[in-house]
C-alpha cells in the first residue's frame, strides 16, 4: 500500500489544467477534471492509496469540477461504489440520476460509475472517499440506486467509516495479506453503511456483528481525550453491556485498559511531535490526551517512551520527521492491523 501524492502548486501554471484532468482520467473511476471558474484561483492536493481493489483519497480543493460523461459511464471498466465525505466547511454539489444534492455539515454522499455525474466544490474544503467494486458490495442494483445522491451521513456507522479511511491512509507499508484484510473489512463496513441507509436490517446485522469488534477500538481512539471514558461508557455508546464489551475484546486478544493506554500515549506523542503544540504545557498535552493529572501523564510517558514528555519532544525536534512518526505511531499502526486481521479470523 503506497500513499501517493499531488500538489497542483507544484506544476506550472500553463499545464495545471491538463494535468489536473490527466489525474481524473487515471482515478479509480475516471472522469474529466477542470476549474469552476477559469479566471480564479484553484486548490487541488490529491493524498490516495489502494488495497486491493479498494481506492482511498483525500483531497483539498476549491474552484473544482469534476464530470463523468454519458460516454465514459458506459464504458468496459468494472461498475463501482464510490462514497465521498464532505467538509463541514463548505457545501459539496453532487448531481446524478437527476437527482441534486448540495450537502452541508459533512455529508456522506453515495454516487456510481455507472451513470454519469457532476461533482462540484466551489469553496476550499477537504473531501475524502472511498472506492469499491460495486460487485463486492453485493447489494441488487435497484437497492443502490435508492441511497445514491443522498446524504447518508447522519449513521454512526458514517462517522465510523470516515475515521477509519483517514487511518487507512496512515498505513503506507502493508503485505500482500494484510492489504486483503484492510479491503475485506472496509467493504464489510461500507455494506452495513448502506444497509442501514436503506432500513434493511436483515442485511445490516452480520456486517454489524463483524465490525463491532472494529469499531469499538476506534470509537475509544476518538474519544481519548475524555477523561471519563471507561468500558461502561463505551458500552452505552454501543447498546451492549460491560461484559459482552469485555467478551469482544477477549476475541480480538486485546485489553481494554491496553487499547486505552496505547491510544493516550499515542496522542499524546503525536501532540508533543506537533511544531504547533511546541510551547503548550506539558500538562495541557496531557489532559487532551486523556489524562487527570500531570505527574501520572509524566510518570506513564516515561515508562512507554522511556523518556519524560518534554525529553521526547526534544529528542523528536531533533529528528527527521518520517523516522519520528514511525517511531510514535509504529504501535498503534500495528494494533490496527492486528484487529482487521482478528476481525477476519472470527468471521
Request: proline share 5%.
Amino acid at each position: 500500500m503506497a500513499l501517493e501524492l499531488f500538489d497542483l502548486e507544484h506544476v506550472t501554471p500553463h499545464d495545471r489544467r491538463d494535468a489536473l484532468d490527466d489525474v481524473a482520467k487515471h482515478a479509480s473511476v475516471p472522469f474529466h477534471a477542470e476549474p469552476l471558474r477559469p479566471a480564479r484561483h484553484m486548490a487541488f492536493r490529491l493524498a490516495s492509496s489502494r488495497v486491493d481493489d479498494v481506492s482511498i483519497t483525500r483531497t483539498t480543493l476549491s474552484n473544482w469540477q469534476g464530470v463523468r460523461s454519458a460516454d465514459q459511464a458506459h464504458d468496459s471498466t468494472e461498475p463501482r461504489l464510490v462514497l465521498v465525505f464532505g467538509d463541514e466547511a463548505a457545501p459539496l454539489r453532487l448531481e446524478q440520476n437527476e437527482r441534486v444534492i448540495v450537502g452541508r455539515r459533512a455529508p456522506l454522499i453515495p454516487f456510481w460509475s455507472i451513470g454519469a455525474w457532476t461533482l462540484r466544490a466551489e469553496q476550499l474544503q477537504t473531501v475524502r472517499s472511498v472506492t469499491v467494486p460495486l460487485a463486492a458490495v453485493g447489494f441488487p442494483h435497484l437497492l443502490v440506486r435508492d441511497v445514491l445522491a443522498r446524504d447518508i451521513g447522519g449513521s454512526p456507522i458514517g462517522r465510523f467509516l470516515a475515521h477509519h479511511l483517514d487511518g487507512l491512509l496512515r498505513l503506507e507499508v502493508l503485505s500482500p495479506a494484510e492489504s486483503s484484510a484492510v479491503a475485506q473489512v472496509t467493504v464489510e463496513l461500507i455494506r452495513a453503511l448502506l444497509s442501514t441507509a436503506v432500513g434493511d436490517e436483515f442485511r445490516t446485522r452480520p456486517s454489524l456483528r463483524r465490525t463491532l469488534g472494529l469499531r469499538i477500538v476506534q470509537h475509544i481512539r476518538s474519544n481519548i481525550g475524555d477523561t471519563q471514558l471507561s468500558p461502561e461508557s463505551v458500552a452505552s455508546a454501543f447498546g451492549i453491556s460491560r461484559r459482552y464489551l469485555y467478551v469482544v475484546m477477549k476475541e480480538l486478544d486485546l485489553s481494554f485498559a491496553d487499547v486505552v493506554r496505547r491510544a493516550r500515549f499515542g496522542r499524546a506523542a503525536e501532540l508533543l511531535r506537533d511544531p504547533a503544540n511546541a510551547h503548550v504545557a506539558i500538562g495541557v498535552i496531557g489532559r487532551a490526551s486523556g489524562f487527570c493529572d500531570q505527574s501520572s501523564f509524566s510518570r506513564g510517558f516515561k515508562a512507554e517512551f522511556g523518556q519524560t514528555p518534554s525529553e521526547w519532544r526534544r529528542t523528536v525536534a531533533a529528528t527527521p520527521p518520517g523516522a519520528s512518526a514511525a517511531a510514535a505511531a509504529g504501535e498503534h499502526l500495528s494494533d490496527t492491523v492486528h484487529v482487521l486481521h482478528k476481525t477476519l479470523r472470527l468471521w
